[in-house]
């Protein structure tokens, strides 16, 4: 579950859109809306900024530090960053896709590896779940190992 995002992603044009251009907005502050949910995610992930999330290259952290990240950021006027829980990160995925699997119109340079999510695992409290956008499946692994980072914030 590995990759840094620079493979060419791959969708299917058979397959309908899980996360069409439609259902997301470009508020032109490196924030993206998605209308379906109302939620307002950072375009980039963390360590990457820039026209096409080009500057930089994507930061990864454990789960404890992740948290912590969170919620000392502040992005575009707000202090009110937070690790999406789970069905949050997941619902980012677009199915006909991979390598990365999400709308790379609106997340550019994603990488297609593993996200934190903000939620712990119950049966296992050392584990927490995790989205992987290389191919879009929802997984569990220890907190103590590092993988990248998207913020959301509830919308307005």
């Given amino acids: 579950m590995s990759g840094t995002g620079h493979a060419a992603q791959t969708c ?5 859109a899980t996360a069409p251009d439609s259902r997301y907005q470009d508020n032109g502050n490196g924030t993206v809306t998605d209308r379906a949910t109302g939620l307002i995610w950072k375009q980039c992930a963390e360590g990457r ?4 999330c080009a500057t930089g290259s994507a930061q990864t952290f454990t ?3 992740a948290l912590q990240h969170a919620e000392a950021a502040v992005f575009a006027g707000s202090s009110l960053w937070r690790l999406p829980n789970k069905n949050e990160l997941a619902s980012l995925v677009e199915r006909r896709c991979y390598d990365p699997a999400i709308n790379a119109t609106f997340f550019p340079n994603t990488p297609s ?3 934190w999510s903000s939620s712990p695992y119950a049966d296992f409290s050392d584990n927490a779940w995790i989205v ?3 191919g879009g499946g929802v997984y569990y692994y220890l907190k103590d190992l590092t993988f990248y980072v998207r913020l959301v914030r509830a919308g307005q």
């Fill in 12 to 16: 299917r044009d058979d397959i309908r």
């Fill in 49 to 52: 900024s820039g026209a096409g």
């Fill in 63 to 65: 789960w404890q530090a």
């Fill in 113 to 115: 590896s593993v996200l």
């Fill in 132 to 134: 992987g956008f290389g």
